[in-house]
Structure formats: structure tokens, C-alpha cells
């Protein structure tokens, strides 16, 4: 199985690393993946600059392709020009911090894997529920490489990704995995006004996430807080069918 990973925390996270190390062990991996911090970008794709793809090193050996753009230009850069062939499964992440409910919308992790399913291919997004760089990414590996394994036997809808959160919890206290829906929670957003040495003002977000599911266990975040690591999967048709009808009796 050719595998092509990337992500949206840099070709230097420490998530990339424990994703492509334990994702070598059932196929070739080649990684491509922006060259800084590009979280929260959605799916946004560079069209006013050009790319530029650098081989990457890592302990002494080439880790993968370093492309000053994002997480959706690395996957459709990589899969239309720098391979020689399409990969079989794109994977994203070891994403760090969440990507539940509200917030794939913003993801640049889970956009990585809708442009590869948007090109036709099976894609898989994983997120630990810690910001921490110093997190124990090893129980978000192991189940990576588990769905990684098995996904391309089930089956899925050509229009569908898998969405997987994994709790930053001791790898021993994790329940199991289960299959999820995104839950209902939203951030409760404001901006922080200050001024710069300037005296400019300028303004920085800030925010709580509420979580009005969180006792669910059949929602993302409610697995994910219960101790489950969470598989959703989400597809994009984004069009009310059932308001289409009723708008379509009063025109």
C-alpha cells in the first residue's frame, strides 16, 4: 500500500513523526507536508504564489517534501505532480488539539484528507485531544495504523472521509474505538482588543468550546471526553435537500 501523508502543524511535528513511523510498518509512506504551522486554514489553496516542494531531513535521512503552501496544496501538489503514482490512502494528521464537531469546518487536517477524497482517493484525518508537543502520541499511532490497514476493505462511499480523534488519556485508559456523528458543539468566540507598543490597536481571538453533548458517547466529543477514541465519518453535500423542496413551492 502506497500511503501519502501530510498534515497542518508542519513537516516538523512531532505528530507527523509518530504517524509516519508507525504507518511504514504496513506500507510506503512518503510524506508532504506544509513547511510551518498552517492550523485552522481550512481548505484554502494557494493560487497567487507559486509552490515550492524542498526535500526534508530528519535525523539524518530524507523525511519527506517540505511545500510552503497548505495542507490542501500538499495533497493535490503531491498527488498531480511530485508522485509518480497515486497513492492508495492519504492520511492526515497526527493532528495536535482536537478536530471534533464545528471545528472540521476550520481544520486544516481534516481539509487535507477532503482534497484527497475530492480527487478520488480514501483518506483518513487523526487528531489528539492535546496541544501539548510533548504528548505520548503512541495510542493516536496505533489506532491510525489500525483504520489505516482495514479502511480500504470497507467499503466506503467514494464522497466520504473518516474522521478520527483520539483522547489524550494514558494508552491503557482508552476504552476502545467507537463510531461516531459530530456532536453539536460551537465556540463561544470574542476578540481580545489591546494595543501595540504603537499604540495601534489590534485584536486577538479568544474563546471557549461548549459542549452541550459531552455526556453522548455516540458524538465525537462525548466519546472522545468518555475515554473512547472517535471514528466519524463526513462527507460534504452541503445542499438542504429538504428546503430545496419547500423553496421550490414558493417560486
Known sequence: ????ITND??????GIL???SALKEIGSVTVIAPDRQQSAVGHALTV???????????DGGLFGY?????PADCVKLGVSTLLDQKPDLVVSGINHGANTSVNVMYSGTVSAATEAMMIGLPALAVSLTSFSLESDMSAAAKYAKQVAGSMLTWGLNNDT??????PAISPDEIKGMRITRLSNSYWDDSYDSRKDP????YHWIVGTYQTPESHDIDTDDGAVRNGWVSLTPIHYDLTHRKEVERLKTLI
Open 9 to 14: 502543524d508542519g513537516i516538523d511535528s512531532p
Open 198 to 201: 504603537m499604540g495601534r490597536e
Open 18 to 20: 509518530a504517524l509516519a
Open 48 to 58: 497567487s504564489a507559486p509552490l515550492r516542494a524542498v526535500p526534508f531531513h530528519r
Open 66 to 70: 517540505a511545500v510552503n503552501g497548505t
Open 161 to 166: 472521509i473518516l474522521n478520527m480523534n483520539v
Open 1 to 4: 500500500m502506497n500511503i501519502l
